[in-house]
């Protein structure tokens, strides 16, 4: 069940981690083992007429739990970074789950006192009241039977409840539309994008707060509920501007984000390979995103980072559009001049013919472009340059993403919300401009890139490499194979490399290792349903 919270209760991404841990998770080995055993014993007595002893099947079943359950550490509740939450979903997803459990194991016990097949008059050959008056073995079997049918039944059992959570899911969005509907006067901003979208929709809201009232959903709501539950709940009457960020793991969810709240403005921040394992290609990802574009109101605005090749061209088809383009490199709106340090980033922007200059405790260049994003916005709803840089220097690190905090004698730049190759690389590298103390990565690499994932990650060790670091912290003996590859390739920095299975362990082994002035970069932290141990 939490493995199924986790990946969102999607039942094709349940499907294949049970698949992925078929031997591990899904039919632990001793479970299979034991049911096995136990059917044996059943067919020697029922098919060949072999009735083994009670003293030889209890001497078996020593011996076999002496080597497999003799240790309970293996049973032990593993460590989770977030744990299962009971919402009124997982609530409603027990009913069908504790039937569905119940049923073998109720049947076998019924069959095992009884000698008799439920709901028929069929009598079980191998029933036995010698002793306990009951069949214990195929009693433990029925019930280990129903214990290796679990992870099953949660999947049957979503599989069930998906047709009630549509007709729960459509009623909020419906009481969502209403809502926006009875408010005209709000203007909505929409922002998407593979990369950025969290930390722009902060820097829209914290740019635009200083002359408007301004509701936006918090963390990473990005999914139909999470858009829903911000409307429903959170927006009111004073509100003049509503910033909803649209995440996307599959074609149409886009679309969908935009049935509930059609923007004014909408904002792209990138494509990458972020999801391309659901995707399939850029391009896939670029259509995608652009549907959030294409469902711009007539006469709106899109601001788009004109230094992607794929956002640059989204929305040209559309006259009736006002395009704010804005980059690094180029647009109408510029960043300039950029340095960071421990004290975040500065940059000059130019409006056209005016300049500006920025600071902000935000580190690196992709949160000046992020940022650029924001001022095209700021810009267009009339907010002073002057009044944007008061705005940009109280901004906060969103938490997560290239947070740089004191923790006692050294310092960490938390960057655990990261996973994209652009990213992961750009943390490397400010990593590498500290020279306070020494520099340590812990990091389990990237995920969900599909067939790009191993040559990124080996990317991504080349780059770890070349910032010369003092100590990396690979967590996952499997998925750092190709990031130790990229860093063998940099003469001198593979004896730097220590591999752990947890980040618990990582941790322990950097508290270890720290001292007073050195900066710890953690770089990525995926979910419990990619521990490897």
């Not at 008059?121 to 214990?136: G, I, P, R, S």
């Not at 935000?362 to 009044?387: C, D, E, F, S, Y």
Request: hydrophobic share 45%; aromatic share 10%; proline share 3%.
């Amino acid at each position: 069940m939490h493995t199924f919270q986790q990946v969102g209760y999607k039942q094709n991404e349940f499907w294949a981690w049970l698949k992925d841990h078929w031997d591990e998770k899904t039919i632990p080995l001793e479970l299979g083992i034991i049911n096995l055993l136990l059917f044996l014993v059943i067919a020697m007595d029922a098919w060949f007429e072999l009735e083994l002893t009670k003293s030889s099947i209890a001497v078996s079943f020593f011996i076999f739990g002496l080597f497999w359950l003799g240790s309970v550490k293996r049973y032990r509740q593993a460590k989770v970074k977030k744990p299962l939450v009971l919402t009124s979903r997982v609530k409603r997803l027990l009913i069908p789950i504790a039937i569905l459990t119940l049923i073998f194991p109720l049947f076998f016990t019924y069959s095992a006192f009884t000698g008799r097949v439920l709901f028929t008059n069929l009598a079980v050959q191998n029933f036995d009241t010698a002793l306990l008056n009951f069949d214990v073995v195929l009693l433990a079997f029925g019930w280990v039977f129903g214990a290796i049918l679990i992870p099953f039944i949660v999947w049957i059992s979503g599989q069930i409840t998906r047709p009630v959570e549509a007709r729960i899911q459509e009623g909020f969005k419906e009481q969502a539309r209403k809502k926006l509907a009875s408010m005209p006067h709000l203007k909505v901003i929409a922002i998407t994008g593979s990369y950025g979208k969290t930390s722009t929709k902060f820097m829209v809201r914290d740019l635009l707060k200083e002359r408007f009232s301004v509701c936006s959903t918090p963390g990473s709501f990005n999914t139909p509920m999470g858009i829903c539950k911000v409307i429903n709940n959170d927006l009111q009457s004073h509100h003049q501007i509503l910033i909803l960020e649209m995440g996307a793991r599959y074609a149409g969810n886009i679309q969908e984000l935009c049935d509930i709240a059609t923007p004014d403005i909408g904002i792209v921040t990138n494509v990458g390979v972020a999801h391309l394992e659901t995707f399939g290609s850029q391009e896939v990802i670029a259509k995608e995103k652009g549907t959030l574009i294409d469902n711009v109101k007539p006469g709106g605005v899109a601001v788009l980072n004109a230094d992607d090749r794929y956002v640059s061209r989204m929305g040209e088809s559309r006259s009736d559009l006002n395009r704010i383009m804005v980059g690094l490199d180029t647009g109408v709106i510029q960043a300039r001049d950029i340095s960071y340090d421990t004290e975040g980033t500065r940059f000059v922007i130019q409006f056209e013919e005016k300049v500006e200059e920025f600071r902000t405790k935000l580190l690196g260049a992709h949160n000046v472009q992020n940022m650029l994003l924001a001022i095209g916005v700021a810009h267009h709803l009339g907010i002073r340059p002057k009044t944007m840089t008061l705005g940009a220097a109280n901004i906060e690190p969103v938490e997560h993403r290239l947070e740089l905090k004191k923790a006692g004698q050294f310092f960490v730049i938390d960057d655990a919300f990261n996973s994209n190759p652009v990213g992961a690389k750009n943390a490397v590298e400010i990593l590498s401009q500290f020279n306070s103390g020494r520099r340590i990565i812990i990091t389990p690499g990237m995920v969900e890139l599909g067939e790009l994932e191993y040559e990124e990650n080996k990317n991504f060790g080349k780059a770890i490499g070349q910032a010369n670091l003092d100590l990396v912290v690979l967590v996952g003996e499997d998925r750092s194979v190709p990031i130790q590859e990229g860093i063998s390739e940099i003469d001198g920095q593979s004896d730097k490399v220590r591999v752990v299975t947890s980040l618990f362990e990582a941790n322990e082994l950097v508290h270890q290792y720290v001292q007073a002035g050195d900066v710890v970069l953690y770089e990525n932290d995926l979910p419990d349903v990619y521990n490897e141990g």
